[in-house]
T-cell receptor
């Protein structure tokens, strides 16, 4: 069964701290893995996209890693800001542009 | 602005009614996807259209239907609305480039 599991379900950190979100997947045939940021009531916005051959991708303070052998990915956020408070969704793309969504990790950054 | 336009942004209607949500994809994108996101839930795939034809179906209720028009905009029709249909409805579009998958800002539907 094609599934994407994210952990933790929610996370609270202090402004300026780093954090890492996890994503495990059982999706095949694998095409790509994406991380999205979704602010409350808004549409998801793409942060990173990685294919099978890529094991790391950065976008500013966001760095995603991919281990295709263990089928795990992580999203590391450096020097968190209040504006990072959002839901972070891991999405695995199957061949044919079919996407499998994780339930998301809700991150709250507090001052 | 993501380039994917959804209207209306908000919609309040009564149970039993019928509504139509509209989506204009990014210029050049042929595929349109519809998703439902209930409160505190993940995104649930409803249906995909590609260049006017239905390409894939997800967990779409029989009371719901969609179509994509020759100008590539799409409409999602929700009928016999129930309280449980209250949710955010997102449209996304993509091009042949598999990286080009972009979401709109959504329509918030409230059924009272």
């Amino acid at each position: 069964k094609n599934q994407v599991e994210q952990s933790p379900q929610s996370l609270i950190i202090l402004e300026g701290k780093n954090c890492t979100l996890q994503c495990n997947y059982t999706v095949s045939p694998f095409s790509n893995l994406r991380w999205y940021k979704q602010d409350t009531g808004r549409g998801p916005v793409s942060l990173t996209i990685m294919t099978f051959s890529e094991n790391t991708k950065s976008n500013g303070r966001y760095t995603a890693t991919l281990d295709a052998d263990t089928k795990q990915s992580s999203l590391h956020i450096t020097a968190s800001q209040l504006s990072d408070s959002a839901s972070y969704i891991c999405v695995v793309g199957r061949r044919g542009n079919k996407l499998v969504f994780g339930a998301g990790t809700i991150l709250r950054v507090k001052s | 602005d993501s380039g994917v336009t959804q209207t209306p942004k908000h919609l309040i209607t009564a149970t039993g009614q019928r509504v139509t949500l509209r989506c204009s994809p990014r210029s050049g994108d042929l595929s349109v996807y519809w998703y439902q996101q209930s409160l505190d839930q993940g995104l649930q795939f409803l249906i995909q259209y590609y260049n006017g034809e239905e390409r894939a179906k997800g967990n779409i209720l029989e009371r719901f239907s969609a179509q994509q028009f020759p100008d590539l905009h799409s409409e999602l029709n929700l009928s016999s609305l129930e309280l449980g249909d209250s949710a955010l409805y997102f449209c996304a579009s993509s091009s042949r480039d598999r990286y080009g998958y972009t979401f709109g800002s959504g329509t918030r539907l409230t059924v009272v």
